[in-house]
């Protein structure tokens, strides 16, 4: 429990001056550490042993968030996909057959799936403009008070189980309960942005991003759980202690942010 305490001291208020207070390239640069890091936890849990295929892949997930920050140039993202699939080849060929094919495919595949859709942070941060400061914190937010939320609920009135083969400690309570915090904490963070910033708010809009948000957060953090039962893990890893890995943490935000970005876009809440 105290690590668990230490992690949240420490990180929340990393993340916070991230992005409210250094200058905006650090958005993009955080958000490739977290994507390079999940991305190599996600490497070691399907079994993908080949050091430089997985220095290729992480690099890869490392450079994405920049190239969304820069407006995703099409010609750069063709140059780096075209280089990173010749290295992919020679290491292949000169395997002699010792890579797998599949957890090549699937290591490209987690790469983009981490990083792109955690870059959903970044192209907030880009595309609200001088409404940044009211966005930019709801893609993590959001996943984060959910997830916090089921668990609390279902710790005291958790009775019928949601997925036991999955996860078993996940229970229905818990899921409504976390659905519920997630948009009572979504326009809670709506009044205090009005009255610290005088904009006009959308509570109806925020309700939204709360439900749908907490409804992917969920189905984000069982489709990890499902990967983590099928590489009988207990955990991606422990760069935050008894916290877990990059996974364990931002697995609900991979899914969520996408969606809480598609909302912003189609149904802005601050005016």
């Not at 070691?44 to 968030?65: C, D, E, F, K, Q």
């Not at 990173?84 to 000169?94: G, K, Q, R, T």
Request: proline fraction near 5%.
């Amino acid at each position: 429990m105290k690590n668990r305490i230490l992690v949240a001291c420490v990180g929340v208020p990393v993340i916070l001056v991230v992005l409210f207070v250094l200058p905006a390239p650090f958005t993009p640069a955080l958000i490739a550490v977290l994507s390079a890091v999940g991305t190599y936890e996600a490497l070691h849990a399907i079994g993908m042993n080949h050091p430089r295929i997985a220095l290729y892949t992480a690099i890869i997930a490392l450079a994405i968030p920049f190239w969304v920050h820069f407006g995703e140039p099409r010609q750069w993202g063709l140059l780096v996909l075209l280089v990173y699939l010749l290295l992919i080849a020679i290491e292949s060929f000169a395997s002699h057959l010792r890579v797998k094919l599949d957890r090549v495919g699937a290591g490209f595949f987690f790469a983009f799936l981490i990083s792109y859709c955690l870059s959903s942070v970044v192209r907030v941060a880009n595309e609200t403009g001088e409404l940044r400061t009211s966005y930019i914190f709801l893609p993590i937010l959001i996943p984060f008070v959910v997830d916090a939320g089921a668990m609390i609920v279902g710790k005291f009135l958790g009775k019928r189980k949601l997925t036991p083969h999955l996860s078993p400690k996940k229970t229905v309570e818990g899921a409504i309960g976390g659905l519920v915090v997630g948009v009572v904490i979504a326009i809670v963070y709506g009044i205090f942005f009005h009255f610290v910033t005088k904009v006009e708010v959308n509570y109806y809009f925020l309700a939204v991003y709360g439900l749908l948000g907490g409804v992917i957060t969920q189905v984000g953090d069982l489709f990890f759980s499902y990967l983590k039962r099928t590489r009988k893990l207990k955990d991606f890893g422990h760069i935050f202690l008894d916290h877990g890995g990059v996974l364990d943490r931002f697995d609900s935000v991979i899914f969520a942010a996408p969606v809480l970005e598609l909302l912003i876009l189609w149904l802005p809440a601050f005016k």
